[in-house]
């Protein structure tokens, strides 16, 4: 070290030591709350940058806030009122809606009694992972989605003549206890339904179809509780 940078250093440590011990615990209280502010301030905001830098070059969507595809206003209109029920807020009925807004929905009724919502196509309906309770009560297109849909206790479909010749659409339904199945010409078989695919299953109706001539296929190896 230089002389002159020694005696720089010993000048400003001399003047410090003149000033008396009041003031110097004041400077001292003052930049101590100075850096306490600044160390305040950069924890607040880091935060912030990092989620802005993660988000701000990631390609990855955030699928849970993301809105899913609705291609049927109908259905659409439907959800967003099964949503207004539930989470007791007014929705407009064409307002977007996200999968995390659908995990909400358990309870779902399609009825073209007793409703003026017309629905022509269910599709989307597979985004209703929490859905149990589902009633069909007209015919629509899209019936197929919800076979993946593995949360399903008791569904019941009535009216829907073209749904299909056997039960291959109910894919797996590990929760499934009941299965009502009313007025539906066009059911031939009850393949698809095995005790593999619905183990809990419980109470299976049928009624007016008429064309249905497999009725003991769905047997069970082992007594049911």
Do not use: W
């Not at 659908?102 to 919502?117: A, Q, R, V």
């Amino acid at each position: 070290m230089s002389a002159s940078l020694v005696g720089s250093e010993m000048s400003i440590r001399d003047s410090y030591n003149t000033i008396p011990t009041k003031q110097r615990g004041e400077i001292f209280m003052k930049k101590f709350l100075g850096l306490l502010l600044s160390l305040t301030l950069i924890m607040t905001l880091s935060p912030i940058n990092v989620f802005a830098q993660e988000n701000s070059g990631s390609n990855v969507p955030n699928t849970y806030s993301e809105e899913i595809e609705i291609k049927d206003d109908g259905f659409r209109a439907l959800l967003n009122e099964t949503l207004s029920n539930k989470l007791g807020q007014s929705r407009d009925p064409k307002a977007p809606i996200t999968q995390n807004e659908m995990s909400f929905i358990e309870n779902l009724e399609i009825n073209k009694f007793s409703s003026d919502i017309k629905v022509q196509d269910i599709a989307g309906i597979e985004h209703a992972v929490d859905l149990k309770y589902l009633t069909i009560y007209e015919e629509v297109s899209g019936i197929e989605n919800i076979s993946s849909l593995s949360s399903i206790e008791y569904l019941k479909i009535d009216d829907f003549e073209t749904i299909g010749a056997d039960l291959s659409f109910l894919g797996n339904k590990p929760n499934l206890v009941t299965l009502i199945y009313n007025s539906s010409n066009g059911l031939k078989s009850l393949s698809g339904l095995t005790p593999e695919k619905a183990p809990k299953l419980k109470t299976l109706i049928f009624t007016n179809s008429t064309n249905l001539n497999d009725c003991l296929l769905y047997t069970s190896p082992s007594p049911r509780d």
